[in-house]
């Protein structure tokens, strides 16, 4: 397997390596939860172990931001935090498995080889097409006749929500659920207000619209 390490002590992350590139693993290893972070979302991995305590960005986080990022790799925490508050938090943050230091390692094998058991995953998905219009997930930009469009973080989320349900409609409360995380409606035009900046960067520029307002109902995305 090709393992992701992001161990801030060197002694553990320097044992972890010897120990898995033993057995025949290709093994990278981290000191920092950022450098972990950009390293994970550039590169394919079949494992990731992430010690919790990392300076720059902890375990937890990393795992949030990678699950939100829509990357499933399997996950293994590594931590001194063996309270069933801290295991639950981990597994809910996105862990598969969660090890207490001190940990044997012929334990952490057997961990690594259930995983490795498991029904593989669908490929990756990396981009999204739709008609002339691309959606890059790694590099998160969008190309359309072959000008690329620089989108913001939240017009970035919108525009791969709607890719990904071409022709189904989708109502002001979902785009704020989803998009936002607002489970009521806060009566704000932030949902008008980004469709428009979204509409305004990916069809007015081009001949053929593909985003379309129902008014009274939502919008749908449809290349036809």
Not at 105 to 117: C, Q, S
Not at 126 to 152: F, H, K, N, P, S
């Amino acid at each position: 397997m090709k393992i992701l390490i992001a161990e801030d002590d060197a002694e553990t992350g320097d044992y972890l390596r010897k120990g898995l590139t033993g057995e025949g693993h290709a093994v990278d290893l981290l000191r920092d939860g950022r450098e972990a972070l950009t390293q994970a979302t550039a590169q394919s991995y079949d494992l990731f172990i992430f010690d919790r305590m990392m300076p720059g960005l902890d375990g937890l986080a990393l795992l949030k931001a990678l699950r939100a990022a829509q990357i499933a790799t399997p996950a293994i925490l590594l931590t001194a935090m063996g309270s069933v508050e801290d295991r639950v938090a981990g597994l809910r943050a996105g862990a598969d498995d969660y090890m207490v230091k001190p940990f044997a390692f012929v334990e952490l094998l057997a961990r690594i080889d259930t995983i490795a058991r498991r029904p593989a995953l669908k490929a990756e998905v990396t981009e999204l097409v739709q008609g002339d219009l691309r959606l890059d997930l790694l590099a998160r930009e969008a190309w359309r006749e072959g000008q690329c469009i620089e989108l913001q973080p939240r017009e970035f989320m919108l525009l791969k929500h709607f890719m990904e349900r071409p022709g189904r409609v989708q109502t002001k409360t979902i785009l704020l659920e989803a998009i936002w995380d607002i489970h009521f409606d806060p009566k704000s035009s932030v949902v008008e207000t980004h469709i428009s900046r979204l509409r305004g960067k990916i069809d007015k520029p081009f001949a053929t619209p593909y985003l379309t307002t129902l008014h009274g109902i939502g919008y749908v995305f449809e290349a036809s």
